[in-house]
């Protein structure tokens, strides 16, 4: 059974970091493209970012340039996790992150229609 998990998750002040892991299970994160989502208070669900089956990091679409330079992505092939590593915090950072994967090919384009599984999402909350 397929299934995605999310962790990390709660309140930063802004200025700091956190890190986002998103644990697979019934398929291997090595071998699909992988992405993390978000869906601020009152507005649509939005990609991140995320790496397909090669590495290769893929921007959210449509891009968000609030993101550039502050998001990395990485893949732990050992425990089958997706991590997210933000940097710099902004209040408007305030969301609930969302895991996803596609796996059936080699295409990773980061948009909801693109994605095949989902996570039920972690609450990041950033203060001033």
């Known amino acids: 059974q397929v299934q995605l998990v999310e962790s990390g998750g709660g309140s930063v002040q802004a200025g700091g970091s956190l890190t986002l892991s998103c644990a697979a299970s019934?398929?291997?994160?090595?071998?699909?493209?992988m992405a993390w989502f978000r869906q601020a208070p009152g507005k649509e669900r939005r990609g991140v970012a995320g790496?397909?089956?090669?590495?290769?990091?893929?921007?959210?679409?449509p891009s968000d340039s609030a993101l550039e330079g502050r998001v990395t992505l990485s893949k732990d092939n050992a425990k089958n996790t997706l991590n997210l590593r933000m940097n710099n915090l902004k209040p408007e950072d305030t969301a609930t992150y969302f895991c996803?994967?596609?796996?059936?090919?080699?295409?990773?384009?980061?948009?909801?229609?693109?994605?095949?599984?989902w996570g039920k999402g972690t609450p990041v909350t950033v203060s001033s």
């Open positions: 996803a994967a596609h796996c059936g090919g080699w295409s990773c384009t980061v948009v909801d229609v693109g994605m095949d599984y």
């Open positions: 019934g398929f291997t994160v090595s071998q699909c493209c």
């Open positions: 790496l397909d089956a090669n590495g290769r990091f893929e921007h959210g679409i």
